[in-house]
């Protein structure tokens, strides 16, 4: 049987190797948290890019929905939407009328309203035009486009308030 002893086979006494210290070192540390930073930076951007992203298909989405409501207020009514002198037609910046006589009027200025309180700079168009034998109508619907981030070009037509700081969406009603 062998003994164990804490000698070696010299006989002097066995010492261990000196330890290495164990743990992270303050460069390691920092290192560590650089990288950190960068990856929530990154993050935040996709956030904040998909705000962006969620408020204009919002806006796109109640710009699509407003000017169907309007054609569906025109079928209904098609006497006033077909005359010569439709008191549904209207031109950017146009005032609703205050204090509407006709359904026509209640229908434009509900819906100017509700183009008004539903997006941003809201706005609406209805022109009409005859050919063939059949009346057309244009309803359009612009808002401001200035949402989120921009990019300098961006940025610079929504401080100019040009046509590019608008997007439109066109339907057209054939009655």
């Keep these: 049987m062998q003994h164990c002893s804490n ?3 010299q006989g002097l006494p066995h010492t261990r190797s000196p330890r290495r210290p164990t743990g992270f070192s303050l ?3 920092l290192v560590t948290l650089v990288i950190l930073a960068f990856g929530l930076l990154g993050i935040a951007g996709l956030m904040v890019s998909g705000i962006s992203n969620t ?3 919002e ?3 109640k710009a699509s929905q407003l000017a169907g409501d309007m054609a569906d207020r025109m079928r209904a009514n098609p006497a006033a939407a077909l005359s010569a002198t439709s ?3 209207t031109a950017y910046g146009d005032d609703a009328p205050a204090n509407p006589a006709t359904i026509a009027q209640a229908d434009k200025k509900a819906w100017l309203d509700a183009l ?3 997006l941003p700079l809201g706005d609406g168009k209805i022109t009409s035009s005859v050919g063939a034998g059949q009346r057309k109508i244009d309803i359009e619907v612009r808002w401001s ?3 989120g981030t921009l990019n ?3 940025s610079t037509s929504c401080k100019d308030n040009s046509a590019a700081a608008f997007r439109t969406v066109s339907l057209e009603l054939r009655l």
């Design 116 to 118: 008004a309180a539903q």
């Design 87 to 89: 008191e549904y037609i």
């Design 7 to 9: 000698q070696s086979a």
């Design 27 to 29: 460069i390691e540390v």
């Design 55 to 57: 408020a204009s298909s």
């Design 145 to 147: 486009n200035c949402l």
């Design 152 to 154: 300098d070009a961006e």
């Design 59 to 61: 806006a796109l989405s």
